[in-house]
T-cell receptor
């Protein structure tokens, strides 16, 4: 079956602009995760959803970052007033349920803020 | 197991050799650990996991060892192949039910 997909694969924007990044999880997976990966570093947790609700958003760096998953499937990560420091690869993962289960990662969206 | 910047540890081996990649984790309460492989331009790919009630687990050509006393994980790859060349990350799941904390990563290069 299809894996986790993310769109767009690349996004270039200007400082101060608003961006949306989309994640389509594996069908039937109830848990969905967002991570951010800077060059040369491991992924850094942002937020995860169990169903439609955000179960843990402790990794969101500030209130410019917001994520939704209104129907418990597709999720959108929204970044307002982008800054150059937001440039990174944003990774989405899903798992059958939350907890000690394998997280399957998508290919990521590379965000560049000029 | 926090990332420290651009200079990842590297391991260079010959094809057919065994490889050992090490990882120190930070949270003594973590009870689930995973090794991921990441190739350039791709997301992390699951390799093997281990729960804290075990000290060793074997998969196909891979073995993970867990030493809770010193908070250390290792990944052993047998008969390493050029296709194993990638960055390898350990991750721990302890602080929150769904949140993974990733280690620094090690670049593995396999020479034919």
């Amino acid at each position: 079956g299809a894996g986790v997909s993310q769109t767009p694969s690349n996004k270039v924007t200007e400082k101060g602009k608003y961006v949306e990044l989309r994640c389509d999880p594996i069908s039937g997976h109830t848990a969905l995760y967002w991570y951010r990966q800077s060059l040369g570093q491991g992924p850094e947790f942002l937020i995860y959803f169990q169903g439609t609700g955000a179960a843990d958003d402790s990794g969101l760096p500030n209130d410019r970052f917001f994520a939704v998953r209104p129907e418990g499937s597709v999720s959108t990560l929204k970044i307002q007033r982008t800054e150059r420091g937001d440039s990174a690869v944003y990774l989405c993962a899903s798992s059958l349920t939350s907890g000690r289960n394998e997280q399957f990662f998508g290919p990521g969206t590379r965000l560049t803020v000029l | 197991g926090e990332s420290v910047g651009l200079h990842l540890p590297t391991l260079s081996v010959q094809e057919g050799d065994n490889s050992i990649i090490n990882c120190a984790y930070s949270n003594s309460a973590s009870d689930y650990f995973i090794w991921y492989k990441q190739e350039s331009g791709k997301g992390p790919q699951f390799i093997i996991d281990i729960r804290s009630n075990m000290d060793k687990r074997q998969g196909q050509r891979v073995t993970v060892l867990l030493n809770k006393t010193v908070k250390h994980l290792s990944l052993q790859i047998a008969a390493t192949q050029p296709g194993d060349s990638a960055v390898y990350f350990c991750a721990e799941n302890g602080a929150s039910y769904g949140k993974l904390t990733f280690g620094q990563g090690t670049i593995l290069t396999v020479h034919p």
